[in-house]
């Protein structure tokens, strides 16, 4: 398996969802969200997707088995060949020692790992006015990119709504779990080598534009 691999992690609300969203579109890599498949599978109706709304409405983390079986799935598909950013996988050092081994039996390249690193109190604050298009995806922020017309999605002129698991005291137990379960990740890549940190706190165009630096150039197809 060839391609580039980025994985970016960080907080909820840290801006990974945005920022890779980004990347994929500037380097042509596909974007892979282990939150956009959990809804993908509630939406289907299937049965992972309805055990793991359950732990998603709650802020808890969906369970390893559920997760690494919808992703193993999703990077089976075509346009994974030329590699993927992931958006919110691994969340766990077991997720990520099963994805690293996966990726080595497949012959893949190291992966790039980065973390956006930010304060809890920005992070809730970010959470608490994000609005999220329930036709496209597109997500948008009562302060920062705020809709042109109040609830309509500026790209599909879809519906936006706060999903329960952006709601303050929601963000505020899904913080909680990222440092207990989550954050020793950096550790873990830290040691692998493959570990760099970015200052998530600055202005999205900025930190897209230090993301991009760390892409190989060969890769980056150019933006504006």
Do not use: W
């Not at 958006?87 to 893949?108: H, M, N, S």
């Amino acid at each position: 398996m060839g391609g580039s691999i980025i994985i970016l992690l960080g907080a909820p609300g840290a801006g990974k969802g945005t920022q890779a969203k980004r990347l994929s579109a500037a380097t042509g890599l596909a974007h892979i969200s282990t939150g956009d498949l959990f809804r993908e599978n509630q939406t289907q109706g299937t049965p992972l997707g309805l055990e793991a709304k359950g732990y998603m409405e709650k802020g808890a983390l969906v369970p390893d088995d559920l997760v690494l079986r919808m992703l193993f799935d999703r990077v089976e598909r075509a346009d994974t060949r030329e590699g993927y950013v992931l958006d919110g996988f691994p969340r766990t050092e077991p997720q990520a020692v099963a994805l690293t081994a996966a990726l080595e039996r497949k012959g893949a390249a190291c992966p790039l790992v980065v973390q956006l690193d930010l304060d809890d109190r920005t992070i809730i604050e970010r959470a608490a006015g994000r609005l999220i298009c329930k036709s496209c995806g597109n997500i948008q922020h009562l302060s920062f990119s705020p809709p042109r017309a109040p609830g309509i999605c500026d790209v599909c002129g879809g519906e936006l709504h706060q999903r329960k698991d952006d709601q303050p005291d929601v963000v505020r137990e899904r913080v909680a779990v990222y440092h207990r379960q989550t954050a020793p990740l950096v550790a873990y890549y830290a040691r692998q080598g493959v570990l760099t940190t970015v200052d998530g706190s600055r202005e999205p165009d900025d930190v897209f534009q230090e993301l991009l630096a760390l892409v190989q150039p060969s890769r980056v197809r150019g933006e504006d």
